[in-house]
């Protein structure tokens, strides 16, 4: 089996055009491919449309001044986002009320599930929740099912572009572990994207990661960048 | 009552409604604080939205499992994971909640109404931080119960009817306040217990909504 290609951070940046739908794995940034992010800030990469849980932090937890996607917007790169949560970057509600950002948000649950259904070929998803609340009038909502006498709403499937995965060990063939929580939402997006890059900390030899312990399949990655180490 | 001493009489008399094994979600806040009141012998699974089924104490500066960044809670704290413990993927994770293996949640509310709807993500134009895990959790979990102060800067929180947008419609089993607690029926609120500190005039009073007492009024320190 092929090797993936091993890129650096600059140079997966590189390859992500203006106006990318990005998902970006990673939960308050715990998880997120925090290299590439940092060289798309270099790029100035605009219009992007990012898919995450959360624009993750303007103080990391060490102090750092914006910490993962969080700079992407306080940069103006991005001009929409699904999300679930913004509680932790203020910007994106500055943004959204100065009418320069448009957001989406969806429940968590409904986010993993409608990424899920993008990446395992379903045309949508059919969850209680969100009945009788403003998710009704989402724009990835398709409307409302009554199944055995219980409402469902149905979501829209997503897709990106681009997914970045941020990953902890990753071998020569694409096959990633994820430490701690830092799996989140990258197991679902790294299926449901054109092109998917694995961030992770130390790329390891074939074999080092038990296959009964493979939580991202190589077959799903088509690129590999050694981010920092922590 | 003093602010702290309010929250820490309300997490537990939370913490009375717990058995032991059960699968548990705590909300960011006074939520955090129930375990610290678990009777003797009762031991929790603490489900986090993040990705941790049965999370652990919170990891100090120094620790061997001190990790911030790879182990954190939906907070953004450190986190840890307890013994016998796993990590899960948010779409497994999120199947739990919804199948509905959680066996309650903890959550505080903006307002909450006598149908047992609950508001607490959205204050339109104002504060949009997003709903996150809690649609998911008061549509999914068994027991949906709502732990706040009572009122806000003496307004009340408990109407007839939620003015702000919903998180869920028909969720909360329960309200459990430093006044009172309140079970949500089919025939609106009841009242079966009261910090002998009001009276049911007061409750009454910090309340948008009718009350029914219980015939069987309890005393909540009992």
């Known amino acids: 089996m092929a090797k993936k290609p091993v890129l650096t951070a600059a140079e997966a940046a590189k390859m992500i055009p203006e106006g990318a739908t990005i998902l970006c794995g990673g939960f308050l940034a715990c998880g997120q491919a925090r290299a590439i992010v940092k060289e798309l800030v270099k790029l100035g990469t605009k219009n992007l449309t990012l898919v995450a849980n959360d624009m993750a932090r303007e103080t990391g937890p060490m102090g750092e001044k914006y910490f993962g996607i969080a700079e992407l917007i306080h940069n103006h790169q991005v001009k929409r986002i699904i999300a679930t949560h913004v509680g932790m970057t203020p910007e994106v509600g500055q943004q959204s009320a100065e009418g320069t950002l448009e957001v989406n948000l969806i429940p968590q649950g409904s986010l993993a599930e409608c990424v899920r259904a993008g990446g395992a070929g379903l045309g949508g998803v059919l969850t209680p929740v969100g009945v009788d609340t403003l998710i009704e009038q989402s724009p990835l909502c398709l409307g409302k099912q009554t199944i055995d006498g219980k409402e469902y709403l149905l979501m829209k499937p997503i897709r990106g572009d681009f997914a970045l995965l941020g990953t902890y060990k990753c071998d020569e063939y694409g096959n990633c572990w994820y430490k701690g929580t830092m799996r989140n939402f990258n197991t679902v997006m790294a299926t449901a994207a054109d092109t998917v890059i694995a961030e992770c900390e130390y790329i390891v030899p074939v074999g080092e990661i038990e296959p009964e312990n493979i939580h991202t399949y190589g077959m799903c990655v088509d690129y590999i960048v050694e981010g920092e180490r922590k | ?222």
């Open chain 2, 1 to 222: 009552m003093e602010k702290s001493e309010i929250k820490a009489f309300i997490a537990k008399r939370c913490a009375k409604e717990l058995k032991d094994g059960d699968v548990v979600n705590l909300g960011i806040g006074l939520p955090t604080m129930i375990p610290a009141y678990l009777p003797e012998g009762v031991e929790l699974i603490i489900h986090a939205e993040l990705g941790i089924v049965s999370a652990g104490a919170t990891p100090k500066e120094g620790d061997a499992n001190y990790d911030p960044y790879h182990v954190i809670d939906a907070g953004g704290g450190v986190a840890s994971v307890a013994y016998g413990g796993g990590f899960i993927d948010s779409a497994t994770n999120f199947g739990l909640i919804r199948g509905g293996h959680v066996d309650a949640c903890f959550l505080g509310a903006l307002e909450v109404d006598a149908q047992g709807n609950l508001a607490n993500w959205i204050i339109p134009g104002k504060r949009m931080p997003g709903m996150g895990g809690a649609m998911d959790l008061c549509v999914g979990a068994r027991n949906c119960i709502v732990c706040m102060e009572h009122t806000a800067k003496g307004n009340p929180k408990i109407f007839e009817k939620c003015r702000l947008p919903l998180t869920a419609s028909h969720c909360v089993n329960k309200i459990i306040t430093e006044m009172c607690v309140l079970e949500v029926t089919d025939k609106g609120l009841l009242m079966t217990e009261i910090n002998p500190e009001f009276t049911v005039d007061d409750v009454k009073a910090a309340t948008a909504a009718p009350i029914t007492v219980a015939e069987n009024l309890k005393s909540m320190l009992d």
